[in-house]
T-cell receptor, first 112, second 113 residues
């Protein structure tokens, strides 16, 4: 059973389009995250949600909007995609308190 | 806020040689420390972690790391590496209460035959 799953695994789209990436965890965790990994493998946190409430919101363009319908899901919606948005996006989850985060397999977004 | 510096971006070693991947952190509060491993085209997996207690922590596949508070370091070591250890390794620090985990830039370990 997959603990943290993301869909789709690959996403190729044109500049200016709007797209969403979905994330689900079945670990019973109450905190979920979105990270962006660039081509140099640098991993940067974008958002963190605890019990459906936004906790961390790093300096990310407001074209990126996370949505958490319930504790087990955290989706990422991106408007007006730009070339620089091309990256691998990882979802993760954890219990509250700063302990281990469990990562999904990643979504490779390519903007043409 | 806390931060992490991984001192080596790439570490090439021969199979069965020892290896050390260096990690230094900065924080004004007590920290939790982690090493994650990322194999090609996969997500990150926890390798080992320090939360409290014994400063030497070990993984099931032979890696170990030692928390050194005075030197603010958490270096990762393995006495004898395998080809299958080839991966990207990330050191991470968390402040332990607001789930804000910061990652280093990663170290690419390449094990050559």
């Amino acid at each position: 059973d997959t603990a943290v799953s993301q869909t789709p695994k690959y996403l190729v789209t044109q500049m200016g389009n709007d797209k969403s990436i979905k994330c689900e965890q079945n670990l019973g965790h109450d905190t979920m995250y979105w990270y962006k990994q660039d081509s140099k493998k640098f991993l940067k946190i974008m958002f963190s949600y605890n019990n459906k409430e936004l906790i961390i919101n790093e300096t990310v363009p407001n074209r990126f909007s996370p949505k958490s319908p319930d504790k087990a899901h955290l989706n990422l919606h991106i408007n007006s995609l730009e070339l620089g948005d091309s990256a691998v996006y990882f979802c993760a989850s954890s219990l509250a308190g700063g302990d281990t985060q469990y990562f999904g397999p990643g979504t490779r977004l390519t903007v043409l | 806020a806390q931060s992490v510096t991984q001192l080596d971006s790439q570490v090439p070693v021969f199979e069965e040689a020892p290896v050390e991947l260096r990690c230094n952190y900065s924080s004004s509060v007590s920290v939790y420390l982690f090493w994650y491993v990322q194999y090609p085209n996969q997500g990150l997996q926890l390798l080992l972690k320090y939360l409290s207690g014994s400063t030497l922590v070990k993984s099931i596949n032979g890696f170990e790391a030692e928390f050194n508070k005075s030197q603010t370091s958490f270096h990762l070591r393995k006495p004898s590496v395998h080809i299958s250890d080839t991966a990207e390794y990330f050191c991470a620090v968390s402040d332990g209460y607001n789930n804000d985990m910061r990652f280093g830039a990663g170290t690419r370990l390449t094990v050559k035959p």
